[in-house]
């Protein structure tokens, strides 16, 4: 294939006029932070996007899990998922929570409801699963976990807008979910992030959290921390909003055309025929790990970039949490997601999944 460079991912820039007509009504109020116009309109535009009751925006990802854990008021042991990135762990770790890992299930890349229900012990708060690559975890089934032990239950949504359970945003699950809005997102606001919270108590606490617990010009409610989102991001946001069902059009295209090129090759892949699946990633898992590294190797010196998403395994990283986690571990080493951003054609796609297969199935790469 003729050889161009190909990032496992770019942000999706929207017209520039579109941009700067937000950031001209910015500099005319002079108005950057504290949840000023933009930061309010991307609110209230979400929540009519996604029918969500409230949407807290915040500055990330991970700061929107620091909220999630603070405002359910969690302490003690929090059962998470082995497979995720880092963020999930580490904003266990900085809630003074400790985090114990659980397996995945045996032919996805969510937490697994088995393992799950055998680790809660009476020290279990709450559990933090992780919908991997937009894939939903089985939301149901860990409802009927968390009632039956009195548990709370957050999800890290960071790939999952556009995601569906039973016709409606994945975010409804949980008593809170979050989502990160950073700029290799499907949806961005170059840095940013959502906290969704199914009760309005939770809603408003994590409201006050993010403005370091005030309640009020000149009274706070408790100590909170700096998690605003500014204005500029915001108007990224809604700069980004109206194309974000083109992008998801664009996203199944590249999904399903990689599907039907590599379907025949010694490889795992997503569940494209999963139509509630957003697509946000394509990940491919070999059958190991001397094979992955191979390909990913190869498919860079063509320029073409691939990632270990996600690799190490969080139990491997947090050697103070001893659950071995044998599945999350194994598809670890073996994972690789590749390219995938708006302005990747399908013809592209067909090249890169071609070469792909060919290189997966190749020979000489055998042990
Ligand atoms: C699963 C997961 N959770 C949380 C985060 C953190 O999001 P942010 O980068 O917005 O802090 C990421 C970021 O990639 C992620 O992949």
């Known amino acids: 294939m003729k050889v161009k460079n190909y990032p496992v ?49 915040v500055s990330s990802g991970t700061i929107a899990l620091h909220l999630a854990i603070r405002a359910l008021n969690l302490s003690g042991e929090i059962l998470t998922t082995a497979f995720s990135y880092i963020a999930t762990t ?24 088995e393992d799950l229900e055998r680790k809660i012990t009476p020290r279990t708060s709450a559990i933090l699963a992780t919908h991997c690559f937009g894939v939903p975890c089985d939301v ?28 409606q945003s994945v975010f409804h699950w949980g008593d809170v979910s979050t989502c990160s809005f950073h700029a290799t997102k499907l949806f961005h606001s170059v840095e940013g992030g959502m906290v969704v919270a199914r009760s309005a108590e939770v809603a408003e606490r994590v409201r006050r959290l ?22 500029l991001h915001a108007a990224m946001g809604l700069s980004v909003l109206p194309h ?28 494209v025929n999963n139509l509630t699946w957003n ?7 070999f059958e190991d790990e001397q094979r992955c590294i ?16 996600f690799y190490p395994s969080l139990n491997r990283i947090a050697t103070d949490s001893p659950e071995s986690c044998p599945r999350a571990e194994s598809l670890s080493e073996r994972i690789l997601c590749l390219p995938m951003f708006h302005e990747l054609t399908q013809k592209e796609t067909v090249s890169i999944g071609r070469l792909i297969a060919s290189l997966s199935s190749s020979s000489s790469f055998a042990q």
């Open 9 to 57: 991912t770019r942000p999706f820039l929207p017209p520039l006029d579109d941009y700067k007509s937000q950031v001209d009504a910015i500099f005319a109020s002079g108005w950057l932070t504290n949840e000023g116009s933009c930061v309010n309109a991307l609110e209230e535009q979400l929540q009519s996007k996604l029918a969500l009751p409230k949407v807290n925006l």
């Open 90 to 113: 580490s904003s266990i770790h900085w809630s003074g929570c400790r985090p114990v890992f659980v397996d995945i299930e045996s032919h996805g890349y969510n937490i697994d409801l």
């Open 140 to 167: 149901a089934g860990i409802q009927r976990i968390a009632e039956h032990h009195g548990l709370k239950v957050i999800y890290d949504g960071a790939h999952a807008f556009g995601t569906l359970v039973n016709g």
């Open 210 to 231: 993010r403005n370091f617990g005030h309640n009020g010009e000149e009274k706070f409610s408790e100590f909170g921390t700096n998690g605003k989102n500014s204005e």
């Open 244 to 271: 974000v069902d083109e992008i998801l059009e664009q996203r199944r295209m590249q999904a399903e055309t990689y599907h039907e090129v590599l379907f025949k090759a010694p490889l795992r892949l997503p569940p």
């Open 279 to 285: 697509c946000a990633y394509f990940p491919i898992v």
């Open 294 to 309: 191979a390909v990913k190797t190869e498919l860079a010196e063509r320029g073409i970039l691939t990632r270990r998403y």
